[in-house]
């Protein structure tokens, strides 16, 4: 009978001892959880640059931010967005020229000092190209920190409504934020009223 209790402790403890450790582990996959959820806005908060408050920087005639175009020298002498430079990290529309890393940091490095203040903002082909996060990385191992525009050429161009409020369609034309040649062309003021506020909770 003695043996039977001690027995009877012993696995009570033990399950005890069980229960208590996963429900730890529960608690900090928990709180894990919630701090990469943190994590990843503050990083999206940090980086990321929404194209409707890029265009509202624009018709307000704001300079406090360089936009550079990551495409070949050729696409952007086609079409850009007006305003932004060219960084080619293609060297041609169907070749990546990732592996130029001395001649990208330079030229980011000789904007950063031309343009010292703004924030420089990259953008690529479309939302989902990844040239400007490896370009952004590249630059990050360098001590270059840029932002990056939550869309890409195609999108500007080509799906102006996706992004724009549906009231602006037919008032905001995109060709008005267009530019052709090696220029980068000066974004035009708007007086027309911006639905979006500035700071924190902007567009």
């Given at each position: 009978?003695?043996?039977?209790?001690?027995?009877?402790?012993?696995?009570?403890?033990?399950?005890?001892?069980?229960?208590?450790?996963?429900?730890?582990?529960?608690?900090?996959?928990?709180?894990?959880?919630?701090?990469?959820?943190?994590?990843?806005?503050?990083v999206e908060n940090a980086v990321s640059i929404s194209p409707h408050g890029l265009r509202g920087k624009m018709d307000a005639g704001d300079d406090s931010y360089l936009l550079v175009d990551l495409r070949s020298a050729e696409e952007y002498k086609e079409e850009h967005v007006i305003g932004a430079v060219n960084v080619p990290a293609y060297s041609d529309r169907y070749t990546s020229a990732y592996g130029e890393v001395d001649r990208i940091v330079n030229s980011f490095k000789e904007l950063k000092e031309e343009y010292s203040g703004r924030d420089i903002i990259v953008y690529c082909y479309s939302s989902?190209?990844?040239?400007?996060?490896?370009?952004?990385?590249?630059?990050?191992?360098h001590g270059i920190y840029v932002k990056h525009l939550n869309i890409g050429w195609y999108e500007w161009r080509h799906d102006w409504n996706s992004w724009n409020h549906e009231h602006e369609w037919e008032t905001d034309k995109v060709e008005e934020y267009i530019w052709s040649g090696e220029e980068p062309g000066v974004p035009k003021p708007s007086s027309e009223f911006s639905p979006c506020t500035e700071g924190e909770f902007g567009c």
């Open positions: 009978m003695k043996e039977r209790l001690v027995l009877a402790f012993v696995i009570g403890v033990g399950l005890g001892a069980i229960t208590l450790y996963v429900g730890q582990m529960m608690l900090a996959e928990s709180a894990t959880t919630d701090d990469s959820i943190a994590e990843f806005y503050r989902a190209c990844m040239t400007g996060r490896k370009i952004g990385g590249i630059l990050a191992e």
